[in-house]
């Protein structure tokens, strides 16, 4: 009985400590993450000369508005802002859409060729965006819709990882309730519509989240896409604005964290629907 009684508070004392050092370990790692980020915030506020001072120091003497200020009246930052908004949200709306009707007939119907062409979508995806970015750039300029936002939205309408995420999900739904559903007379667009599109509403908000970070985070493309300053996308603006004012780093940072803010705020403000897309993925018939 005495060794027992002695077992429990070494075991005790273990098991905090085991705490203690995965709290300390998850802290730093925190910390590594968070640390480009709050350098990236305090510079903004910085002088020029703060910023590219050696040795380089987090915090400086004095503060100023002066980079916000500059940047909002060097470039059209607001038009920046407005491409930037049409685009990322038409493509998470119509991708989101489409991928979801594909994914829903990967998932649950049966039809000819069904997974040749599913293995088909598959492998586009290691095929990187320069090896086909030339003759994109070709047929949307051929379509006459270049420098335009269907020309920016309507290649982007759809993506192989979005079909693989719906149907991933859809698969793990119980077959009964669209067996019920077509005895009650629906229609197989009805039961996706009025059945299975609300149940994989986690689903769809962390794919259209997804879908909005890279959209709105994107460079090379709406680069490419756009012809004229009044189209670019903030991404392409800031990197036209670096390279014409390489010296002025200040104000760069300032943009950089004015076209993150919006995608801090929804990723605040929609984190749990994550954690509801893992546990619903993980559900079996």
Request: aromatic share 14%.
């Amino acid at each position: 009985m005495e060794a027992s009684t002695a077992i429990k508070p070494i075991s005790k004392k273990k098991q905090k400590t085991k705490q203690i050092v995965g709290k300390l370990i998850l802290c730093i790692v925190i910390l590594l993450v968070a640390f480009p980020f709050l350098w990236l915030l305090i510079s903004s506020f910085k002088y020029e000369k703060d910023i590219i001072s050696f040795p380089p120091k987090i915090f400086a003497d004095r503060y100023t508005l002066e980079n916000y200020t500059k940047v909002w009246t060097t470039i059209p930052l607001m038009d920046y802002i407005k491409n930037t908004v049409i685009f990322a949200g038409g493509v998470v709306i119509t991708s989101v859409f489409f991928d979801s009707l594909a994914g829903y007939a990967f998932a649950r119907m049966h039809f000819k060729g069904k997974s040749a062409f599913f293995y088909f979508v598959m492998i586009t995806m290691m095929i990187p965006f320069q090896v086909f970015m030339i003759p994109l750039y070709m047929e949307v300029n051929f379509l006459g819709i270049i420098d335009s936002y269907p020309g920016l939205i309507i290649p982007r309408m759809t993506t192989a990882f979005g079909i693989f995420m719906m149907r991933s999900f859809f698969i793990t739904l119980p077959k009964d309730l669209e067996e019920a559903a077509r005895i009650d007379g629906l229609n197989e667009f009805s039961i996706f519509l009025k059945i299975m599109l609300p149940l994989s509403k986690p689903t769809m908000l962390s794919l259209g989240i997804f879908t909005l970070m890279n959209s709105w985070n994107d460079l090379l493309y709406p680069l490419i896409m756009t012809t004229s300053s009044k189209m670019r996308t903030l991404p392409a603006g800031l990197a036209l604005f670096t390279g014409q004012n390489i010296s002025f780093y200040g104000p760069v940072m300032a943009g950089t964290v004015i076209s993150m803010l919006p995608l801090l705020i929804i990723y605040m403000f929609a984190q749990k629907y994550f954690v509801q897309s893992t546990a619903m993925s993980g559900m079996k018939e």
